[in-house]
């Protein structure tokens, strides 16, 4: 029941959008994600501000050809972290299972997974999920999630027949 995953990448950091930083979580991410299969339609680097990255969110999972969009960074305390903000103003509904797996099991590995605030959602028929901001954590992150995102991405494209 698997199905093409057509992906964006979205790193939201301050520094890495003027250039003071490396994206090394974006590409990351990338990486992990081309070797599951994925295609990467996009990939973009944004400031922290929250309605500038509501509206990428937005944007990309009203787009066809679309079905999952990954951020990473902007997740936790910081008075400049505005990823799951942005990412609930948007979503229509949340995926709650699959930010409480990767805190539950990267807690395992580091007390600082207890300050992710990343949330999942969809939106249009498009998974959007938050992962912190360092490559480790990316990292971490998404191999919880990995072994149900085709099902999940199928799930949203309609593919509810289940194996006998």
Same mark, same amino acid.
Request: with cysteine.
């Given at each position: 029941?698997?199905?093409?995953i ?38 973009? =680097? ?52 699959l930010?409480?797996?990767?805190r ?40 919880? =999630? ?7 991405v199928?799930?949203?494209a ?7």
């Amino acid at each position: 029941m698997s199905i093409q995953i057509h992906a964006v990448v979205i790193t939201s950091s301050d520094a890495c959008s003027v250039g003071e930083r490396e994206d090394e979580s974006g590409a990351t991410l990338v990486q992990l994600l081309t070797e599951l299969g994925a295609e990467i339609v996009a990939k973009e =680097i944004v400031n922290d501000d929250l309605e500038p990255l509501a509206d990428r969110l937005r944007s990309y999972a009203g787009r066809p050809g679309v079905n999952l969009i990954m951020t990473t960074g902007g997740t936790g305390f910081g008075p400049r972290d505005n990823t799951p903000e942005a990412t609930l103003r948007v979503i229509e509904r949340e995926a709650p299972g699959l930010a409480e797996a990767m805190r539950m099991e990267t807690l395992k590995h580091t007390p600082m997974a207890m300050i992710s605030r990343g949330v999942c959602g969809i939106r249009s028929g498009t998974l959007i999920v938050n992962l912190p901001g360092s490559p480790k954590a990316v990292r971490e992150s998404f191999a919880v =999630i990995k072994p149900v995102l085709s099902h999940s991405v199928a799930l949203l494209a309609g593919r509810t027949q289940h194996d006998a």
